[in-house]
């Protein structure tokens, strides 16, 4: 999906941001005039844009979105406002990294000029289940500020100029999706690797490390019956162990009990079906689908794991555009 927009109505900005990063309202104050570009490629992983504006305005979020959002600024300020009582100056040589499950607010004033990167948290969260081989899930706690001027950062920045390479008149790398893919992988691995987060020491300490057959029997056992009633018994007779060494195995190597991995393995694959299910497959029968009988702990848990309520991922939101669309 390609994108471009300039002009200088406040409402139409909002529907163009809505549809590319989320559900956002653009405000102007009273008797004042703001321009403003923007232009958008959605390359593999990374939605990608590239931003002019002129003049004040605020660009905040209507609500939560399970997505990263990194500001890389190339001129100009602006004041970043995330949740009630945090703040931070997007500037050039500093990054911004927004959560997209805490509400924020960019206020803008004069002339300001940045790279944006929109990352999906569930791409992040696949990466990291690969490197620690155990269900992850929760917030991810990024640094909120990263130096462009040295280290990850740096290299950040300039695969962002590179892909920046894709967007304007006369795109340089129009007709090249597979090397965008490749780059915005990239920078979601270097992210995951050198950019501190919670999860960060985990990765670097080796505190999960590869698990051994009796484990990887159980794990093994658990997604062949993920919608079959099994029990502690079950799973420790499958891996051919004693319960209390499977607790043990799981505890060591996963970081958590046999039946909570079990639980976000089944929270994944609904997930997946509320997500690319049937419209007219209710949540009710996807939650149930997968074992889960108590809608209200289900749908608690589920906001948890993703940051939206099951039904809001039922409806598809206009805002969630998967890379390539």
Known sequence: MKLSYLGSDAEELSDVLTRCIGPVRVQRPLNTDFSYSYEFVAAGRVAFSRVTSQGSLSIGQKDEVPKLLILLPLHGSACVKIGRNESLISKP???????????????????????????????????????????????????????????????????????????????????????????SGSIVNLLVDTVPHRFSAALSQGEWLPSPKHVKRAVDFMHANLCAPISMTDIAGAAGIGVRSLQEGFKRFKGTSPISYLAQLRMEAAHRDLRQADQRVSVAEIARKWGFRHMGRFATEYRKCYGCPPSEARKGRPHALEPGE
């Open 93 to 183: 040589g500093q990054a911004a990294i927004l959560d997209g499950n805490r509400l924020s607010e960019l206020q803008i004033e004069g002339d300001r000029s940045h790279l944006s990167l929109v990352i999906d948290q569930e791409d992040i969260f696949h990466r990291l289940r690969g490197g620690l081989e155990r269900p992850v899930y929760g917030s991810l706690d990024f640094v909120p500020e990263l130096d462009l001027a040295d280290g990850a950062g740096q290299i950040i920045l300039r695969l962002s100029q590179i892909m920046a390479a894709s967007l304007g008149a006369e795109p340089a790398m129009r007709d090249m999706p597979n090397a965008l893919s490749y780059l």
